[in-house]
């Protein structure tokens, strides 16, 4: 048996707490007698769960004991003038009489009741700091992606996307990084049909150069494309989803020179 796996396993808590089985609670006090170690956690949960219902505990009003006394009968009964007739003749009713008092019975309970509600407490509110805890991973991983593509952004050439003819009004931007990667932003440019989408094209040597496709699912407006050396333009088609090996010239939107 690996000991501190035991311990940790809430077996202990439970017997503390009056909620274990008779199986369990016989199998723990067997282990308590021959290990110390046991034996000390024990003791060490004991003290735990008494100085909390101390901390915890409400005095009741002075008049509910005297109150609850007079509704239990302690020692011998006292004998009345009038005739008792029993409902059972060959019944014996034994009554077990005890010392301790049904309110602190009662403030036990409250107690068990009491941890179990904190145990749950701190179990939601364990879940909800995991769960903070993400969002912020998560925004840290934006803002740091956010902080690298500015720093991009400030060491690009800026490249203007201009409408073509049939299309006057649009327009995209397009930074070309020293290290030759290519970001683009899209930024008026009507949503592409089902089954369409945008298609970044470098011109190099008088010739197009496939520069990826442009997600419109994305979080970013401004997506990383495709490197490219030594281009002499930049235009955008709708074309196909996911793109075709040439540009169909008659679905050119946007163009811009360096």
Not at 40 to 55: G, M, N, Y
Not at 91 to 112: C, D, G, H, L, Y
Not at 144 to 164: A, D, F, P, Y
Request: hydrophobic share 40%.
């Amino acid at each position: 048996m690996d000991i501190k796996t035991y311990i940790s396993s809430g077996v202990i808590e439970a017997y503390v707490t009056g909620t274990s089985s008779v199986e369990e609670s016989s199998i723990l006090e067997c282990v308590m007698k021959n290990n110390a170690e046991v034996m000390q956690a024990v003791l060490e949960v004991q003290q735990i769960f008494e100085e909390l219902a101390t901390s915890r505990a409400i005095q009741p009003p002075a008049h509910l004991e005297a109150a609850i006394r007079s509704k239990i009968e302690f020692g011998n009964q006292e004998i009345s003038d009038g005739k008792i007739i029993p409902l059972t003749q060959n019944k014996t009713i034994e009554s077990q009489v005890t010392n301790f008092p049904m309110w602190m019975k009662a403030a036990s309970v409250a107690v068990i009741f009491g941890l179990g509600y904190m145990g749950y407490e701190v179990g939601s509110k364990s879940a909800e700091l995991e769960k903070i805890a993400k969002n912020n991973t998560e925004l840290s991983t934006k803002v740091s992606n956010l902080e690298q593509m500015n720093s991009m952004i400030m060491n690009s050439k800026k490249i203007e996307l201009k409408g073509v003819e049939n299309h006057p009004d649009m327009l995209a931007d397009v930074y070309w990084h020293t290290s030759k990667k290519v970001f683009l932003e899209i930024k008026n440019l009507p949503a592409a049909p089902t089954g369409k989408q945008y298609q970044l094209w470098a011109i190099v040597d008088g010739k197009p150069v496939d520069m990826g496709m442009y997600s419109a699912k994305a979080d970013s407006t401004m997506q990383e494309m495709k490197s490219v050396d030594n281009a002499q333009a930049f235009a955008i088609t709708l074309e196909k989803e996911g793109g075709n090996p040439t540009p169909t010239m008659e679905e050119m939107y946007v163009m811009g020179t360096i």
